[in-house]
């Protein structure tokens, strides 16, 4: 009886090999060209519009220079004039004022109309009416506002004078003329503020406020100990945003008032201009553009360290 030898198995080879699996790094090197060719335009508009500029801000304001001349280096002689000058210390105060009205009114006013949309106005069409001034260019809603709130022909002050009251200069009054910048631009963005913080009572579970309930919480309870602080990280991010916006009002100012009566509406940006563009000092007016930067970080910087942006208590 003979016996037939059986190849050893591995010796034994198949017809048609597999493919060897790609390599982890070469799928990663792929992966991050794509990744570059898709970020390319907005690391481009970054360096282009951001970047560069701010460099370049950064050493005009250790210069004396206009258009009509090469920068001379003058070191910090920009901002020993900036320490010296009333008229940066008035637009300080003025932007301080307006951006105090501006963050209080819009803030307030945004989170009572976003606690409307969740609980009461669930239509699309009344959230989408919400946007409509925010849609609105600046400009566009300045003049508005200026045309109603005139003196003489707006239709504000015939209702004021109709109720017996005396008319109002709005934007003729040192007293009147912040709030009213201000109450225009919270007309304006409030809006798209409330959406914001909707965004984040929609991100609350229902279950929190259903264990409320239980433990017999009152609205006005559930509101302070539990929606507010879950709400943090949302409005760090709405209050970052809209103090960063609003120490940078320009063109409501600009079309209506001129930082006028007096200086009772020369913001920041506007004395910026001012000085840069209109008395063609640039060394000058970027020292106080580098200033508003400096301020606008600390802010940013501290608002987020003390709201604790980046938890959040549903974790």
């Excluded at 048609?16 to 090197?29: D, E, L, M, Q, V």
């Excluded at 609105?136 to 009251?165: C, K, P, R, S, T």
């Excluded at 798209?192 to 909707?198: G, K, W």
């Amino acid at each position: 009886m003979t016996t037939t030898a059986t190849p050893p198995i591995a010796a034994v080879e198949p017809r048609h090999r597999a493919a060897p699996p790609a390599s982890p790094r070469r799928r990663r090197r792929s992966d991050l060209g794509v990744a570059l060719i898709y970020i390319a335009p907005a690391v481009i508009g970054l360096v282009a519009f951001y970047i560069v500029p701010t460099i370049r801000g950064l050493y005009l304001s250790f210069t004396e220079y206009s258009v009509l001349g090469d920068p001379e280096w003058v070191g910090t002689s920009n901002y020993e004039a900036l320490a010296r000058d009333p008229l940066f210390w008035n637009a300080m105060v003025v932007t301080v004022e307006y951006v105090v009205i501006n963050i209080l009114l819009q803030t307030t006013i945004a989170v009572g109309l976003a606690l409307l949309m969740h609980h009461v106005a669930r239509s699309t069409l009344l959230r989408g009416l919400l946007l409509l001034p925010y849609l609105m260019a600046n400009v566009i809603a300045a003049m508005l506002w200026f045309w109603m709130l005139d003196y003489n022909l707006g239709i504000v002050n015939q209702f004021i004078e109709w109720a017996g009251l005396p008319r109002v200069a709005f934007f003729g009054s040192a007293e009147w003329a912040i709030p009213t910048q201000a109450l225009i631009n919270t007309w304006r963005h409030m809006g798209y503020t409330s959406l914001l913080i909707f965004a984040g009572l929609q991100a609350i579970p229902p279950t929190v406020y259903e264990a409320s309930k239980l433990d017999g919480a009152g609205p006005v309870q559930t509101f302070t100990r539990i929606t507010l602080p879950l709400l943090r990280p949302v409005l760090a991010l709405v209050l970052v945003v809209t103090v960063t916006g609003s120490f940078q009002v320009f063109d409501t100012v600009a079309v209506t008032t001129g930082g006028g009566p007096v200086n009772a509406t020369r913001v920041l940006q506007f004395y910026i201009f001012q000085r840069a563009f209109s008395q063609q000092e640039f060394g000058y007016g970027s020292a106080i553009a580098v200033v508003l930067f400096v301020i606008l970080a600390v802010v940013a910087f501290i608002q987020m360290k003390f709201l604790r942006g980046n938890e959040s208590d549903l974790d």
